[in-house]
């Protein structure tokens, strides 16, 4: 077998035939090349919305193929598929009269929406703001930028020097960013927050701590990024965690959800005030990726929006939370997990103990989910079925009893 391709995130010397090979999926189960069978618990990572085989989606991607495969959106071209899928996401945000800026990964999203939270400072006269207050546990991407700002150290370890003016948070205590506002508020272009943190453990914000965030950008004079690669379109139980959680920021990325991860799609919403200020300068935005913008990509994005629309997903997030809450409480009364975290359809348990070999213990029984130390997260498609549910948390007692 070829030793070609180099995995993300695994060890490089691992042989490509001890790899899971899937061959097939639909709905919510994945399928390898032995024919074996697994519920997705993840939705491939953290992004499947609608589930595997949609048809819809596959539909409009065939038809756009068939019309316009490619082009860019760079002046003075555009078409009608990247029109009609930023009038679809912002129609969704808290900024309906914002703008959309176009990717093709989150990583690119977060590295776009650094880029625009320093350049409104400079524009507006403000040169001194540059630093960026990440949150510790905090993941944003592998990018460059991404890889400054996240707050999981080991992913920021071994590349070299990584860009200055950062600054770390907690990402409990509120007063920790307080304190460096105090110190260095006259320099801060930005925070940057995910509302559920989700590499890092499925860490939801605690009660007043993303208004405390809202608060002392304001009174400073800073811009508040969420980062909703993970929580947008639907997996929080609203469009967006921002609506989850009543905390408009003034910049959101995402990616992931918006196609369900037929194709990559990714971008940045502003609010109508930051637009307006881009607007206001009659020099040319100097930024954009080849494929922002792209026609597939962007016809997959409005099918995926519209599946969400007609399926109720948004509102069943909600009846999955219920279940997992359920679920994951039944194990933690009878002693077989510490603790349990979450909201809308990602949830996280821990364990007490390293979670990878419960994981592997799941995969045996047929059943995706992500180690993270020692806590294990779920975060399903939402057209995973009630019966499915019930599967996981079968599957998942045994393995607890067993591993």
Request: glycine share 10%; charged share 20%.
């Given at each position: 077998m070829t030793d070609a391709l180099l995995h993300?995130?695994?060890?490089?010397?691992?042989?490509?035939?001890?790899?899971?090979?899937?061959?097939?999926?639909?709905?919510?189960?994945?399928?390898?090349?032995?024919?074996?069978?697994?519920?997705?618990?993840?939705?491939?990572?953290?992004?499947?919305?609608?589930?595997?085989?949609?048809?819809?989606?596959?539909?409009?991607?065939?038809?756009?193929?068939?019309?316009?495969?490619?082009?860019?959106?760079?002046?003075?071209?555009?078409?009608?598929?990247?029109?009609?899928?930023?009038?679809?996401?912002?129609?969704?945000?808290?900024?309906?009269?914002?703008?959309?800026?176009?990717?093709?990964?989150?990583?690119?999203?977060?590295?776009?929406?650094?880029?625009?939270?320093?350049?409104?400072?400079?524009?507006?006269?403000?040169?001194?703001?540059?630093?960026?207050?990440?949150?510790?546990?905090?993941?944003?991407?592998?990018?460059?930028?991404?890889?400054?700002?996240?707050?999981?150290?080991?992913?920021?370890?071994?590349?070299?020097?990584?860009?200055?003016?950062?600054?770390?948070?907690?990402?409990?205590?509120?007063?920790?960013?307080?304190?460096?506002?105090?110190?260095q508020g006259e320099q801060i272009a930005a925070v940057i927050c995910e509302p559920v943190q989700g590499a890092g453990g499925v860490i939801v914000a605690p009660d007043g701590y993303l208004q405390g965030l809202r608060r002392l950008c304001d009174e400073h004079g800073a811009l508040l990024i969420f980062d909703e690669v993970i929580t947008g379109f639907g997996r929080t139980g609203e469009w967006f965690a921002s609506q989850t959680f009543d905390v408009t920021p003034d910049l959101i990325t995402f990616a992931k959800g918006v196609t369900s991860g037929y194709i990559p799609l990714s971008g940045v919403i502003?609010?109508?005030?930051?637009?307006?200020?881009?607007?206001?300068?009659?020099?040319?935005?100097?930024?954009?990726?080849?494929?922002?913008?792209?026609?597939?990509?962007?016809?997959?994005?409005?099918?995926?929006?519209?599946?969400?629309?007609?399926?109720g997903l948004v509102e069943r997030a909600r009846s999955i939370g219920e279940h997992f809450s359920q679920g994951l409480s039944a194990l933690q009364g009878d002693g077989m997990i510490d603790s349990y975290r979450g909201v809308g359809a990602i949830w996280a348990m821990e364990l007490g103990r390293d979670s990878v070999p419960v994981r592997d213990a799941m995969l045996d029984r047929g059943v995706v989910c992500r180690p993270i130390g020692e806590a294990l997260a779920f975060c399903p498609p939402l057209i995973i079925t009630d019966d499915e549910i019930g599967q996981i948390f079968d599957r998942l007692e045994d393995a607890l009893k067993n591993s």
């Open positions: 993300a995130f695994a060890v490089p010397s691992k042989p490509e035939s001890d790899y899971i090979n899937l061959v097939s999926a639909h709905g919510s189960t994945l399928v390898d090349d032995s024919g074996k069978e697994y519920i997705d618990g993840l939705a491939s990572l953290w992004l499947c919305q609608i589930g595997h085989g949609n048809e819809h989606v596959i539909g409009a991607i065939t038809d756009q193929l068939s019309q316009l495969e490619t082009y860019n959106i760079f002046d003075p071209f555009t078409h009608e598929s990247a029109v009609q899928v930023a009038e679809a996401i912002r129609s969704k945000s808290p900024h309906p009269d914002g703008r959309v800026f176009l990717g093709c990964s989150g990583s690119e999203a977060i590295d776009t929406v650094l880029k625009l939270s320093r350049m409104i400072q400079q524009r507006r006269g403000q040169t001194d703001r540059q630093t960026i207050v990440r949150r510790l546990g905090g993941y944003h991407g592998v990018n460059v930028g991404g890889t400054s700002v996240q707050g999981i150290a080991p992913n920021r370890e071994g590349w070299g020097d990584l860009l200055p003016h950062v600054v770390e948070a907690d990402n409990h205590d509120i007063e920790s960013a307080s304190r460096i506002f105090a110190e502003m609010s109508n005030a930051i637009a307006g200020e881009l607007e206001a300068n009659p020099g040319k935005f100097m930024h954009g990726f080849t494929y922002s913008g792209h026609p597939a990509s962007c016809a997959a994005g409005v099918a995926n929006i519209e599946v969400i629309d007609q399926l």
